[in-house]
């Protein structure tokens, strides 16, 4: 089993800056990809941005430019730096891993979420 923390959100105004933090513990052999989502009441769950094992990137287009994603391979763990944030960056943000257990299964897991609202 796998489990995924986030920490790191909060209130800020806009302009402001945030870094949100991921760590991921239990039966891990290894990580291949981690990423951040971000959700709205009535809204679908959208990626935000992902980081594969070969530190190759992805983007939202909505995002680019503002936000960095990074991750520490010995510590399990990635971060989204958030930068020049919007009101419209308001919404739960949540973790994701691509995780090969210790069985050498594969799985996906999610974290419970972490609130970035972001004030005008």
């Known amino acids: 089993q796998v489990q995924l923390v986030e920490s790191g959100g909060g209130l800020v105004q806009a302009g402001g800056s945030l870094r949100l933090s991921c760590v991921a513990s239990?039966?891990?052999?290894?990580?291949?990809?981690m990423g951040w989502y971000r959700q709205v009441p009535g809204k679908q769950r959208e990626l935000v941005a992902d980081i594969f094992s070969g530190a190759r990137t992805n983007y939202a287009d909505s995002v680019k430019g503002r936000f960095t994603i990074s991750r520490d391979n010995a510590k399990n763990t990635v971060y989204l730096q958030m930068n020049s944030l919007k009101p419209e960056d308001t919404a739960v943000y949540y973790c994701?891993?691509?995780?090969?257990?210790?069985?050498?299964?594969?799985?996906?897991?999610w974290g419970q979420g972490t609130q970035v609202t972001v004030s005008s």
């Open positions: 239990g039966s891990i052999f290894s990580i291949n990809a």
């Open positions: 994701n891993a691509e995780v090969v257990n210790t069985a050498r299964a594969l799985s996906i897991s």
